[in-house]
């Protein structure tokens, strides 16, 4: 009697694979187990009659089908299962992504968290740009153009066929650039130039200039003394700074001044670089101002003095510092005051000379001295005088006055950033809102998948007593 | 091509020789087709996988490594293409069919057929085919690839992707299911004849 059987190692033995020790040892049981043998002779009969089942062969297209398959779709078949498969996923996904996004806005709109601020102009972004909501006019930029005036003349801007002027300065040569805008006011349009922050003057006989269909400035009727420079592309509001100062010959005294307006998103940043700007081009500051407006916009103006030979990279690096609004650049020859003054000076030079002269001579009596003595007072003050005023034009011509206004944009990045915040704190509250929504239909939807559940559980049953009828039928 | 080893042969069709596809489709074609039939017991089915697997062998040639056996890979292939299949099936067949003696899978029919319906079949053939679809699916699995594609246990534990002791006793309970119900059978026809 054998205290074990080897009845499951059987299978393996009949299949040879077991290891040599396992096999010997099924082997020496089965010599003394009549119970195992007989295992082992049922195990071999159905191995062998399992081999009576033949399976039939492909036939003699298959291997045809087969190539013609991978030849034509083959890899296609495969890629598009795997689009199937990808799509098996991405399809439900987007499905579930669409259904959240719905309800999502559909929360959104219910609780009118940002319609209902932006209709009330709580954050005030729809007053920003609704001009019938504005106190001032709403201002459209129209065009921009570039053009340079010499001195006395006068110039009419044609634009859209409505004639407007822009007059320049008498003695002067005026280099205007600038974005021209219209308000709407009346039945006329009245315009203005807000780089200058006025309207400009109505003047009749002038030198007319014309924007012509090929967008370039031509003349018209007259015609101006000076080039007229071509229109740069018009790109919104943006401003093109070229200014061409007029060659000057060796004496000449010419004062020059510009003014440049200028919106940068940060003002005082703005402030500090233009102080470090006039440093740099070994300037100084003769006035600055920088304050906030009623909104917390920084705006401020700095009248630097330059030196002439730096005006331009100046003008340039100051242009750089924001979006151009306006450049004004104005130049005052004062050649002939600077000659009369010195002439002035040279022959009350002659005089006071004299006079001293006189003074200093022994046979003059004490009288006639006390009286030249009180001639030489007032000539000495003139002299004086017209000096100062001598060395005033020098300075004011060897160093050239530069004006930077600048203002943050009007809908500033703060201002945005506060609408933004708002916007955020509307979003957090719809999205809170729907969370809450969804915590609320999670009972509805438990309920519904509890009833779900019974149903299929009921067809299943369904299906197994059908299968019953099946077997006994 | 003919003296060369599966493994060589496919490592040609790697390398973009045609004619080893030829070679590899006379060598398996039918292994590959009958292992999927006796699987599911429908021909076109059969079909149907042993054309997918052929497909498949080309759209992954490059991921193929001479590292195990050729027949392993392919009758792995085989193995998930009909594991796949069945999947599809179980989850569409809700409702019953009633058996047709050769189109459904075992799984949708009665796992026992009863005495009658074995008496009733004319050819041993049919009745192992009627008995060995009766078996459970992994069961009937490790037994076919033993049985007919004379598989070792370590290569079918490969392509099941089962240990070795799990297809031992795959084996063997398979055997022992047939056992039960093909004995009486055999021994009723030994005793008629």
Redesign the interface.
Same mark, same amino acid.
């Given at each position: 009697m054998f205290r074990y059987h080897v009845l499951?190692e /059987?299978? @393996?033995y009949l299949?040879n #694979?077991l290891s040599d020790k396992q096999k010997l040892k099924v082997e020496r049981h089965l010599q003394g187990c009549q119970l195992c043998s007989q295992e082992l002779s *049922? $195990?071999r009969?159905?191995?062998q009659? /399992? =081999?009576?089942? #033949?399976?039939? +062969? $492909?036939g003699p297209f &298959? +291997?045809d089908?087969?190539?013609k +398959?991978?030849a034509h779709q @083959? /890899?296609e =078949? @495969?890629e598009v299962k795997m689009k199937k498969k990808t799509l098996a996923i991405l399809v439900p996904s987007g499905v579930l992504a669409g259904i959240l996004v719905f309800a999502f806005l559909g929360s959104l709109y219910i609780q009118r968290g940002v319609v209902g601020r932006l209709r009330s102009g709580e954050d005030k972004i729809g007053e920003q740009f609704d001009p019938s909501k504005r106190d001032k006019p709403y201002y459209v930029p129209q065009s921009k153009f570039d053009a340079r005036l010499s001195s006395k003349d006068q110039a009419r801007f044609i634009y859209n066929g409505m004639p407007e002027v822009l007059k320049a300065m008498p003695n002067k040569t005026s280099y205007w650039t600038g974005t021209q805008e219209f308000a709407q006011g009346g039945e006329n349009y009245e315009p203005y130039y807000i780089n200058e922050g006025r309207y400009a003057n109505r003047i009749d006989n002038t030198v007319s200039i014309r924007q012509s269909a090929m967008g370039n400035v031509r003349v018209a009727s007259g015609g101006p003394t000076a080039p007229i420079l071509p229109i740069t592309p018009s790109e919104g509001s943006v401003i093109v700074i070229q200014p061409v100062l007029p060659a000057t010959g060796e004496g000449e005294k010419i004062i020059r001044s510009a003014e440049v307006k200028l919106e940068v998103e940060d003002g005082k940043a703005t402030y500090t670089k233009a102080n470090e700007i006039c440093q740099e081009l070994d300037g100084y500051l003769a006035s600055s101002n920088f304050y906030k407006d009623k909104e917390g916009r920084e705006a401020g103006t700095i009248t630097m003095r330059i030196p002439k030979d730096k005006f331009l990279a100046a003008l340039e690096k100051l242009a750089a510092l924001g979006k151009v609004e306006s450049s004004l650049t104005n130049s005052q020859d004062v050649s002939q005051e600077y000659a009369n003054l010195k002439a002035r000076l040279d022959a009350a030079m002659v005089v006071y000379n004299k006079t001293l002269e006189a003074l200093q001579k022994r046979q003059t009596t004490i009288p006639e001295a006390m009286r030249l003595e009180s001639e030489l007072t007032p000539i000495l003050q003139r002299v004086e005088q017209l000096k100062n005023q001598i060395e005033y034009l020098n300075n004011a011509v060897s160093f050239t006055t530069v004006t930077l206004r600048f203002h943050e944009p009007q809908v500033s990045a703060k201002v945005l950033e506060e609408s933004k915040n708002s916007i955020k704190e509307s979003l957090l509250t719809a999205g809170i809102n729907g969370i809450r929504f969804f915590a609320q239909a999670i009972p509805v939807v438990i309920v519904a998948v509890l009833w779900l559940g019974i149903i299929i559980g009921v067809?299943f049953l369904v *299906?197994y007593w059908? /299968?019953r009828i &099946? *077997?006994r039928g | 091509m003919q003296g060369l080893r599966d493994e060589e042969v496919m490592l040609n069709y790697q390398k973009g020789e045609v004619e080893a596809m030829d070679e590899l489709l006379r060598r398996y074609k039918n292994p590959v087709y009958q292992f999927a039939l006796r699987l599911s017991g429908n021909a076109a089915e059969a079909e149907d996988i042993a054309q997918e697997v052929f497909l498949r062998l080309h759209q992954y040639k490059d991921e193929y490594r001479p590292s195990g056996k050729f027949s392993t890979w392919i009758f792995s292939i085989t193995h998930n293409l009909a594991v796949s299949r069945l999947r599809k099936k179980k989850w569409w067949a809700v409702w019953p069919r009633r058996d047709d003696g050769s189109e459904a899978l075992v799984e949708f029919q009665s796992p026992d057929p009863s005495p009658e319906e074995i008496a009733s079949e004319n050819e041993l053939s049919g009745i192992l085919k009627k008995c060995i679809q009766g078996l459970p699916f992994l069961q009937r699995e490790a037994l076919i690839l033993r049985e007919y594609q004379n598989l070792d246990y370590q290569d079918i534990a490969k392509i099941l992707k089962k240990s070795l002791g799990t297809v031992k006793t795959l084996i063997h309970r398979a055997r022992q299911n047939l056992k039960t119900r093909l004995l009486p059978y055999l021994e009723e026809v030994k005793g008629g004849v």
């Open positions: 499951r /059987l299978s @393996g299949d #694979q *049922k $195990l009969l159905i191995s009659k /399992l =081999k009576a089942w #033949q399976a039939p +062969e $492909l &298959f +291997e089908a087969v190539k +398959e991978i @083959g /890899l =078949k @495969g067809a *299906k059908i /299968l &099946f *077997k | -």
